[in-house]
């Protein structure tokens, strides 16, 4: 069984201070680890992922995740907070067990202060 | 440019009525995916498929249907006999097997509201 625990739903930051959205993770495999953006009313969008190569991922928009296994962990970082990052954030985690085998978090949203 | 396109994006429906939410992608993906989402909850799969002409029950099927007769397309038909449809609907679609490489592409949504 895997499961994914976004640890806050709600995260507040003035905008160019750091951001940092956390995700823990459970899975009985080696898993893929995603982010996914959702502005309003939008569908989502894939922010970064993690599919066993580097543990430090790089995705759009400045965004940044590490994975740690030890911690399981899969924390999402940015250096300074921009208005346009204000949305909902979903962390995912997938593994090779099939379509059916990826669930989502509950999400966290962002909320930038001017 | 290549995309998943759904329609409507509101839609209102009475009590008893059956509604079809429309999924269309020009993608070329085998797999195509709808999910729910309610406030808090994140993302519930209610149906996917793999492959035309076959499809799978996700979590919460009880009360739609689906069909998958076109690569391209797969609707949603929200039944009556789904009680509390009110809600935020995504489709979505991939070529990677479970989604450890790739990830999905979203639609943009059709909020479903109960009148």
């Known amino acids: 069984a895997q499961s994914v625990t976004q640890l806050d739903s709600h995260v507040s930051v003035s905008e160019g201070t750091p951001v940092l959205l956390r995700c823990n993770y459970s899975?009985?495999?080696?898993?893929?680890l995603f982010w996914y953006v959702q502005h309003p009313n939008k569908g989502l969008q894939l922010l970064l992922k993690?599919?066993?190569?580097?543990?430090l991922v790089k995705g759009i928009n400045g965004f940044e995740a590490e994975f740690k296994k030890s911690e399981t962990s899969f924390h999402l970082t940015k250096p300074s907070a921009h208005m346009s990052d204000a949305a909902e954030y979903f962390c995912?985690?997938?593994?090779?067990?099939?379509?059916?085998?990826?669930?989502f978090g509950t999400g966290t949203k962002l909320q930038v202060i001017p | 440019d290549g995309g998943i396109t759904q329609s409507p994006k509101y839609l209102f429906r009475k009590e008893g009525q059956n509604v079809t939410l429309s999924c269309e992608q020009n993608?070329?993906?085998?797999?195509m995916y709808w999910y729910r989402q309610d406030p808090g909850q994140g993302l519930r799969l209610i149906y996917y498929?793999?492959?035309?002409?076959?499809?799978q029950k996700g979590d919460i099927a009880e009360g739609y249907s689906v069909s998958r007769e076109k690569k391209e397309s797969f609707p949603l038909t929200v039944t009556s006999a789904q009680k509390n449809p009110t809600a935020f609907y995504l489709c979505?679609?991939?070529?990677?097997?479970?989604?450890?490489?790739?990830?999905?592409?979203f639609g943009s949504g059709t909020r479903l509201t109960v009148v």
């Open positions: 993690y599919t066993s190569a580097a543990t």
């Open positions: 498929s793999q492959i035309v002409n076959d499809f």
């Open positions: 995912v985690v997938s593994y090779s067990g099939g379509y059916q085998k990826v669930t």
């Open positions: 979505a679609s991939t070529n990677d097997p479970g989604a450890t490489n790739y990830g999905y592409t």
């Open positions: 993608l070329n993906h085998d797999a």
């Open positions: 899975s009985s495999y080696s898993p893929s």
